[in-house]
């Protein structure tokens, strides 16, 4: 079965974080998903820019961030590209609240967040490119309209 | 243009500061300088109002991290108070209410600074 797909493309700077939001939300309830799966897909998207931003750009405010939603029979996916420096998720170690507050550090918690918030996350380098995929299954209470049915 | 605001207002010693609008790592700067201007004021008995506030980030929770300890040094604590259930689920995944006071109203809030209790981080 074919995918639905949308795609936007932000420069990397925070200040679109909200653009990027709204996209992954309006397109998640034209898919008919539960407020509950929109509010943890809009979380989820941000937390993957803030750190691309960060991290893979270094805090460049210029470089592209693609960001794509794909609708699947099962599942709802949110696919993030950028062309900075990869990040390794097996050499990720979730920091310690009380760790981080002792040191007065406040960061280091997205890539937990994103794991809790998601049914699964993948990782990929493919040449220049880095990709994430946000992925939520669909369950019975997120299909109540049918994606042709809304905008 | 920003879609997030801190407004101050203080009530028996303690600083209210009510937050509107969307937190994340764009606006995060601001709650920062908004707490940065309380320390700098000398005020360390800090009340987060999140009656307004309709979205949080890890950037927007990295702020509270990265103050707490300071604020509670100097004898005051920072408590949060009023957020909205989709914004307290986020503080709750991370285990926020371990070592955070937050409760669901200001009134409260302001009664356990008025009795001086705080939270004390657990030794790991």
Redesign the interface.
């Known amino acids: 079965m074919s995918r639905t797909l949308y795609t936007l493309r932000i420069p990397s700077s925070?200040?679109y974080?909200?653009t990027v939001?709204r996209f992954v939300e309006r397109h998640a309830r034209a898919a008919g998903l539960s407020e509950e799966a929109i509010?943890r897909l809009?979380?989820a998207v941000?937390?993957a820019c803030?750190n691309i931003?960060?991290h893979a750009y270094k805090g460049r405010s210029d470089r592209p961030i693609d960001v794509a939603v794909l609708l699947e029979p099962d599942r709802f996916i949110v696919r993030i590209r950028d062309q900075g420096e990869s990040f390794d998720p097996t050499r990720y170690r979730a920091p310690?609240?009380?760790?981080?507050?002792?040191k007065?550090?406040?960061?280091g918690?997205?890539v937990?967040?994103i794991r809790?918030?998601m049914d699964e996350v993948t990782y990929r380098s493919r040449g220049p490119y880095n990709e994430v995929q946000l992925i939520k299954y669909l369950t019975p209470s997120d299909t109540a309209l049918p994606p042709s049915a809304s905008a | 243009m920003s879609?997030f605001s801190v407004g101050f207002r203080q009530h028996n010693g303690v600083q209210i500061l009510d937050l509107h609008g969307?937190l994340?790592?764009?606006t995060a700067p601001e709650l920062e300088a908004a707490l940065q201007k309380c320390l700098q004021n000398g005020q360390y008995n800090i009340l987060i109002n999140g009656r307004d506030l309709d979205?949080i980030?890890?950037?927007g929770?990295?702020?509270?991290?990265?103050?707490?300890?300071?604020i509670r040094e100097k004898g005051g604590d920072l408590k949060i108070a009023e957020l909205k259930p989709?914004v307290y689920?986020?503080f709750d995944?991370?285990?926020?209410p371990?070592?955070f006071d937050i409760l669901p109203s200001e009134a409260e809030a302001l009664e356990r600074f008025a009795r001086g209790e705080r939270p004390m981080?657990?030794s790991?």
């Not at chain 2, 929770?61 to 300071?70: H, I, Q, R, T």
């Not at chain 2, 995944?93 to 926020?96: D, I, K, M, T, V």
């Open positions: 925070t200040r974080l909200q939001r509010e809009k979380l941000d937390e803030t931003i960060k310690d609240l009380r760790t981080l507050i002792r007065r550090q406040g960061g918690l997205g937990r967040l809790q918030l | 879609n969307e994340d790592a764009h979205y980030s890890s950037a929770l990295g702020v509270f991290m990265a103050y707490v300890e300071e989709g689920n986020v995944l991370l285990g926020f371990l070592l981080l657990p790991s």
